[in-house]
Structure formats: structure tokens, C-alpha cells
């Protein structure tokens, strides 16, 4: 069964369900969770991952402008007492600016993504380990071109569908996850959303029992455009991230620093009571 991506670092990079999804490093989300048979065989890179997600970090003085530019670099530098790691990703799009790899560095690739978009409805997304195929997902998009629903498997037998429901409004407001098998699909978990007056996540509830609440810089227009348009964003930058399952709750603040023509070029966050840093940052 795909372990749950765990909330914004690794929960979202659930190990994401990555409440990443919503804090403004969609990659992260798309890394965390669909990298669900890389983590199991490192569940310590999982770990760091879902708890430096969910860091929090302060606000830089600059805003940044509404400025379509497309990364060509992506790097994660995840530091701690007992792990640390820094993996530089290179990004490529098509004409309509959608992501189509996402390939670490240097060759050959220890983790590569490859989108192909097979129709206006649906697209795939094949993820290597070291250029041997880990997962195939298949994902279908609605009238609207966000996400409708998935279906994935992977190289340890596993197969895992999703649904997505929106309200009135569009919003995401839940996901349903299964299990797949020859005998159809078993449902195995949901998760939901709630939001506030301007349309950002200010909860995310998972029924295995995860929850994250959400704060946002509200002078910080979310502007970061990865190539992913099929998944929802913020409407502004997260300022803290604070997810709770079972225990003493974790929080997250996010430091973002701009350059002069105000894209964001590294996202900090830090959470002292996890001993973790992640620290995100983007090459134009």
C-alpha cells in the first residue's frame, strides 16, 4: 500500500500527504508522495523529509511580483544532527509551460521525473530510481483541468488509486485513497481540507489520524510557477505549518528570499523541536 506522504516534509515533499501540496512547494509534494517505494527503502530520508516540511521560517522584507518565470533548477538541502542531504534537480517544460522532467544531477539520475501529457484529460508520470522504473501513475483531470483522479503502481506490486472532490467554489476539499487489487478497489483513507475567506488551506485532516493547520503571509502573493497548473496552490505564501499525530505537535516557519526581479529563490524553514532544516531554493 503507498505510505502516506506525511505532511509537508515529509509527509505534501506525507512524506507529504504532504500538506507540501499547499505550502508552496508543490514539487516537494509531487517528490514526497510519489516517491513512496524510494522511501520505504530509506524510511530515515522519509522521516527527515515529512518533518522539514513542515518547518516554519520567517519573512523576508521583499514581495514578489506576479512574474510568470519558469525554474531551470530545483534544490533540496535537508539538514539535521543525524541525516543531511542536498539534491540539485534540473526542470524541463513544454510550450504550454508544463513540467515534463525533473531530473537529478549529475547523470545518471539517482530520482528522475517524466511527465507526457497524452490529452487535454490526462497525463502520466513515470518516477526512476536510478533509471530502473520505481512508479507509473496515470492521472485524469476534470472539466476544469485540475485533478479528477489517479491510478498508480509501482515496483514493489503495490497499486493505489485516488479521487478528488471539489466543492461549488472548486476548491479540493477531499481525496479519497485505495488500495487496488485484482478484486477491485478498497478504500483505505481520506483526506480533507478546509479554507478561509481568501481561499487558502487552513486545515488538512487526514482520517489515519494526521492533522496540519496553516498560516500565510498575507502580503506574500503566491507567485511560484512550477509547470504543475493540474494541482491546486495558495493563494499567498505559508508562513507556518503545524501538524499534529498523536503527539507533541510540530511546527514549521518559512523564511523566502527573493531576487531583484522579486521570484523567490530559496524557501527556509526550520523546526527547533525536530532538530531539521529544509532549505528549498530555484535557479531562473
Known sequence: MRNSPGVLLLTHLGFYRINEYFTGSEFRYQILRKTTAIMKKTPLFAVLLVISLFTTCKKSNDSPSSNGSLPKTYTEDIRSSV??????????????????????????????????????????????????????????????????????????????????????????????????????????????????????????????????????????????NMGQPFFPLPKYFIKTATSSSGGSPLTATHFYTFDSSNRLVKDSASSPAAGVIAIKSYTY
Not at 487489487?181 to 487558502?200: K, L, P
Request: hydrophobic share 30%; charged share 15%.
Open 83 to 224: 541525516f543531511n542531504s542536498v539534491t540539485t534537480y534540473n526542470l524541463t517544460f513544454d510550450g504550454n509551460n508544463r513540467i515534463i522532467s525533473m531530473a537529478a544531477i549529475p547523470e545518471p539520475s539517482i530520482v528522475k521525473f517524466i511527465y507526457k501529457y497524452t490529452g487535454s484529460t490526462s497525463l502520466t508520470m513515470d518516477l526512476y530510481n536510478s533509471n530502473a522504473l520505481s512508479i507509473h501513475e496515470i492521472l485524469w483531470l476534470n472539466a476544469s483541468s485540475r485533478m479528477d483522479s489517479t491510478f498508480q503502481y509501482n515496483d514493489t506490486d503495490d497499486s493505489t488509486t485516488e479521487k478528488y472532490i471539489y466543492n461549488a467554489d472548486k476548491q479540493l476539499v477531499q481525496i479519497k485513497d485505495y488500495n487496488y487489487s485484482s478484486a477491485g478497489a478498497e478504500f483505505d483513507h481520506t483526506t480533507d481540507y478546509t479554507y478561509d475567506n481568501m481561499g487558502n488551506v487552513i486545515t488538512e485532516s487526514n482520517s489515519n489520524g494526521t492533522s496540519t493547520s496553516y498560516t500565510y503571509y498575507t502580503d506574500l502573493p503566491f507567485t511560484l
